[in-house]
């Protein structure tokens, strides 16, 4: 396929060099539909990124865009703060009904500000003032977000290194796998908080993701995320997930950490909640953590009506019955069974993943980049992760067919074969 050079200039000469995913895709991108993206002259690819986990249910779904266009036409309130709105109470009683009530969660509904990050600052702050702490424990590889309290519970260094600050108030402690098997589960864990020699200062809460997307996709085990549970408990300490990636269906069920049977006291949600791409977070937390005073913690964009309407939406087409999660088990097993088929191909290499995110890490560091650029000529967009940028991450919407499916794997593994 022939990639025809796009005007670049503007881009290149006004935006910040902190731009990032578009230098691996270097093409003007002008509409997009469901599992696919068409760049301004013409050419489609199939996206397999589906904007980092925000577009679980793809671009533009009919349902969606139908009721966001009835809004804004008949002059819904597109922003109104905290104020209450039809849009927010539409949104609030659905998420109970389809959501909360059927898998007995008590939480209360707090919306922080519009991205993930901001959800984890609400989290890190409501931790520390329930508990009067101020020690997070986060674990090797986390990403939890860009400002300065994300980026203290954030693992890769690179990223870290950008706060041009101390990143403190946090104690970081091996994710599950880290050592390989060769000590057991919490064990330096456990030691360091009944030792009153270690050093660690009681944490007021552990924040931690039940599968690591930017770290590599690193799949924590249901059994060590109950044992989790059960040392936050033992040890007074709070258990924050963040369910920002990997949350609204992406593993399969709604929350990702429904698998393990935990009930965890503070979750975050954001990228695919509002289901259309609009900016939304939300922070949930046990009703007896609500400690909060009125404007104690507030922001201008913390009522994103707009998501609302979408969110609502979202919920009602693709949550009210469990054929989307039986979906994205059964392609689990394909995406499953072709990364198996390309491991065995590459010596070193190794796959992993749950639902609809899987990655395979490659024994070349550089080989997931090669690949990834091979795979946009070929018509196919999914990012890299990881601290080397060595794992090929693959997080094609849950809508996708399974011919779109079939056909993007397909890529997938041309890419890695011939790149190696």
């Given at each position: 396929m022939?990639?025809?050079?796009p005007g670049?200039?503007?881009f290149?000469?006004?935006?910040?060099?902190?731009?990032s995913?578009?230098?691996?895709?270097?093409?003007?991108?002008e509409r997009?539909?469901?599992?696919w993206?068409?760049?301004e002259?013409?050419?489609?690819?199939?996206?397999f990124?589906?904007?980092?986990?925000?577009?679980?249910?793809?671009?533009?779904p009919?349902?969606?865009?139908?009721?966001l266009?009835?809004?804004?036409?008949?002059?819904?309130?597109t922003?109104?703060l905290?104020?209450?709105?039809r849009?927010?109470?539409?949104f609030?009683e659905?998420?109970r009904?389809?959501v909360?009530?059927?898998?007995?969660l008590?939480?209360k509904?707090?919306?922080?500000?519009?991205?993930?990050t901001?959800?984890?600052?609400a989290?890190?702050?409501?931790?520390?003032k329930?508990k009067?702490?101020g020690?997070?424990?986060?674990f090797?590889?986390a990403?939890?977000?860009?400002?300065?309290?994300?980026?203290a519970?954030?693992?890769?260094a690179?990223?870290?290194a950008?706060?041009g600050?101390?990143?403190?108030?946090?104690?970081?402690?091996p994710?599950?796998?880290?050592?390989?098997?060769?000590t057991?589960d919490?064990?330096?864990?456990?030691?360091?908080l009944?030792d009153r020699g270690s050093g660690?200062?009681?944490?007021?809460?552990?924040i931690?993701?039940?599968v690591?997307?930017?770290?590599?996709?690193?799949?924590?085990?249901?059994?060590?995320?109950?044992?989790?549970?059960?040392?936050?408990?033992?040890?007074?300490?709070?258990?924050?997930?963040?369910?920002?990636?990997?949350?609204?269906?992406?593993t399969?069920?709604?929350?990702s950490?429904?698998?393990?049977?935990i009930?965890?006291?503070?979750v975050?949600?954001?990228?695919?909640?509002?289901?259309y791409?609009?900016?939304l977070?939300?922070c949930?937390?046990?009703p007896?953590?609500?400690?909060w005073?009125?404007?104690?913690?507030?922001g201008?964009f913390?009522?994103?009506?707009?998501?609302?309407?979408?969110?609502?939406?979202?919920?009602?087409?693709?949550?009210s019955?469990?054929a989307?999660a039986?979906?994205t088990?059964?392609?689990?097993?394909?995406?499953e069974a072709?990364?198996?088929?390309?491991?065995?191909?590459?010596?070193?290499?190794?796959y992993?993943?749950r639902?609809?995110?899987?990655?395979?890490?490659?024994?070349?560091?550089?080989?997931a980049?090669r690949?990834?650029?091979r795979?946009?000529?070929?018509?196919?967009l999914?990012e890299?992760?990881?601290?080397?940028?060595?794992?090929?991450k693959?997080?094609?919407?849950?809508?996708?067919?399974?011919d779109?499916l079939?056909?993007?794997?397909?890529?997938a593994?041309?890419?890695?074969h011939?790149?190696?």
């Open positions: 022939t990639i025809t050079p670049l200039g503007v290149e000469a006004l935006e910040s060099e902190v731009r995913y578009c230098r691996g895709w270097p093409t003007v991108f997009a539909r469901g599992s993206m068409v760049d002259h013409g050419t489609s690819y199939l996206d990124f589906a904007g980092a986990g925000s577009l679980n249910y793809g671009h533009n009919p349902p969606l865009k139908r009721a266009l009835d809004y804004l036409e008949r002059d819904g309130v922003h109104g905290d104020m209450s709105t849009a927010k109470r539409g609030l659905t998420f009904d389809l909360l009530r059927p898998r007995e008590p939480y509904v707090m919306f922080p500000g519009p991205t993930g901001n959800a984890v600052e989290a890190l702050k409501l931790a520390r329930v009067g702490r020690t997070i424990v986060s090797t590889n990403f939890h977000g860009m400002s300065l309290g994300s980026l519970v954030t693992g890769n690179f990223k870290r950008g706060a600050v101390p990143l403190g108030h946090t104690t970081t402690m994710y599950d796998h880290y050592m390989d098997g060769k057991p919490f064990l330096w864990f456990e030691r360091l009944g660690l200062d009681q944490p007021a809460a552990v931690v993701e039940t690591q997307g930017e770290g590599g996709v690193n799949v924590a085990r249901p059994e060590w995320l109950r044992a989790l549970a059960r040392l936050c408990r033992r040890h007074d300490m709070l258990l924050i997930v963040d369910d920002i990636q990997m949350g609204c269906g992406r399969g069920a709604f929350f950490f429904e698998e393990a049977g009930t965890p006291d503070i975050t949600v954001s990228k695919s909640i509002s289901g791409g609009l900016p977070s939300l949930l937390f046990r007896e953590l609500d400690v005073e009125p404007g104690e913690h507030n201008t913390r009522g994103n009506n707009p998501a609302f309407v979408t969110a609502a939406a979202a919920l009602d087409t693709y949550w019955d469990d989307l039986r979906q088990r059964a392609h689990a097993q394909t995406i072709a990364l198996r088929d390309t491991a065995a191909h590459h010596s070193g290499s190794a992993r993943g639902g609809m995110v899987w990655g395979l890490e490659l024994a070349d560091p550089r080989h980049g690949a990834a650029r795979a946009f000529e070929l018509g196919l999914f890299t992760s990881g601290a080397h940028c060595q794992v090929v693959l997080m094609p919407p849950l809508t996708v067919t399974t779109e079939d056909h993007g794997l397909r890529i593994q041309r890419a890695v011939e790149t190696a």
